[in-house]
């Protein structure tokens, strides 16, 4: 009879009132932790989203279409040209401009300048501008190639991969002006496309000479760099994040980027380094140590422009940069006939 009765007494209206206040307490808890956990994920979803769209973009930038040619922008007359990269597993397209003809009507140039344009642009580079480098080229008895890497051909699933395959489709440019009978080829590279004809170097000697204009190299702190430069990221954990996700989304890991390699390297080619003290992209500190590197080399030079921004040297200073630039090529080939004459 005790037991019905200690029944009876828990299952009364005062008892379960009793209970239901902790109940209810707890089942709110549970809410908000629900609702908490939630949160957390759903930030962290949108962090990782982020940081991933990052690292898809900077794969994919948004390339503008060619706006003109070397007929209508400089009256210079050129070929529509198509070649292999270096193992034949893709196309390039571009132009070859041949030297004007002038007093050696006779003959054909045996000297070709390439130009490796830049990320983001194209095989105008109107900022720079290309075309009127080229002009100045052909006056003075080069050939010019002029063409787009992979990734900027409308329709291409190729992707920027700050030179590790870039650097394969320059030497094919290379090998084209080879067979077009070039004797001497020069490289006159701009930013990316500077730091990709520095990995090209790595991998051949039909490379005569360079010039490299605000050389961009690719490795940890100079992605971040330019990351900070469209949006203020946290370095950790942003740029941690963003080359995960680089291979993952893109196949490629900036890690293949051989930036030791390149800033350690005692090329035996002439490089004439340029860059500006108000480079935000490529700090010029680090292209004054690759050229530290470069010394027993007395035909390589570096200047070093006051003030000069990223890619605008020439902008900055038309006269002073054309002296320069022609010079340094005409030395080369100077030495280079002396050389011969003594052989």
Known sequence: MSTTSATETQLTPAALEQHLPEKA????RK?????????????VSLILAFHAFIAWTLARPIIA??????????????????????????HLEGWYIPASSGEDASTASDKTVIFSHGYGGNREELWVPLYSLAKELNKRHYNVVMFDYGYVQPGSERIVTAGVQESKELLGAVQYARERGAREVYVWGFSMGAGTALQAALHSDDITGMILDSTFILNADTLYHNMKQYVDLPKFPSLNLVRLFFPLINGISLNQVPFSSVTNKKYDIPIFFIHGTDDTKAPYEIIEGVYDRQKENASSKLWIYPGGQHELIYRADPKEYI?????????????????????
């Open 31 to 43: 809410i908000i932790w629900l609702v908490l956990g939630s949160f957390l994920i759903l930030i």
């Open 25 to 28: 307490s707890s089942g709110k």
């Open 323 to 343: 002296e320069q630039t022609m010079n340094f090529l005409q030395d080369i080939e100077i030495s280079r006939n002396v050389k011969v004459a003594y052989e």
């Open 65 to 90: 279409p060619l706006s003109s040619n070397p007929m209508k922008a400089v009256k210079l007359p050129y070929e529509d040209i198509r070649f292999p990269n270096s193992n034949g597993s893709s």
